[in-house]
């Protein structure tokens, strides 16, 4: 079963930057997509940024320029890099990773971490 564990959320001001971890029980080269995802108060879940196994990074426009992803496959790690932090960037943040076998495809998740943008 895997297993994804994020860390690195908190309360940061305004204009701060925070560097969110997602580690994973397995190698991340198993996975043909690893994302991060949020979600705001009251609101659903929501894309933020994801990468292919190729490398190809997508990112939601709210967060483009702003933060970065990024993968460490000899720590079986995902990151998001967070800088310029507004206070609508304040949600729980997801790591999720999807694995394909065949023309199946697996989802899975983290438990979620907190981030709070607020002066």
């Known amino acids: 079963q895997v297993q994804l564990v994020e860390s690195g959320g908190g309360l940061v001001q305004p204009g701060g930057s925070l560097r969110l971890s997602c580690a994973a029980s397995?190698?991340?080269?198993?996975?043909?997509?690893m994302g991060w995802y949020r979600q705001p108060p009251g609101k659903q879940r929501e894309l933020v940024a994801r990468?292919?196994?190729?490398?190809?990074?997508n990112y939601s426009d709210s967060v483009k320029g702003r933060f970065t992803i990024s993968t460490d496959n000899a720590k079986n790690a995902v990151y998001l890099q967070m800088n310029s932090l507004k206070p609508e960037d304040t949600a729980v943040y997801y790591c999720?990773?999807?694995?394909?076998?065949?023309?199946?495809?697996?989802?899975?998740w983290g438990q979620g971490t907190q981030v709070t943008v607020s002066s």
């Open positions: 999720k990773a999807e694995k394909l076998v065949g023309s199946v495809r697996d989802d899975y």
């Open positions: 397995g190698s991340i080269s198993n996975f043909y997509t």
């Open positions: 990468i292919r196994s190729a490398g190809i990074t």
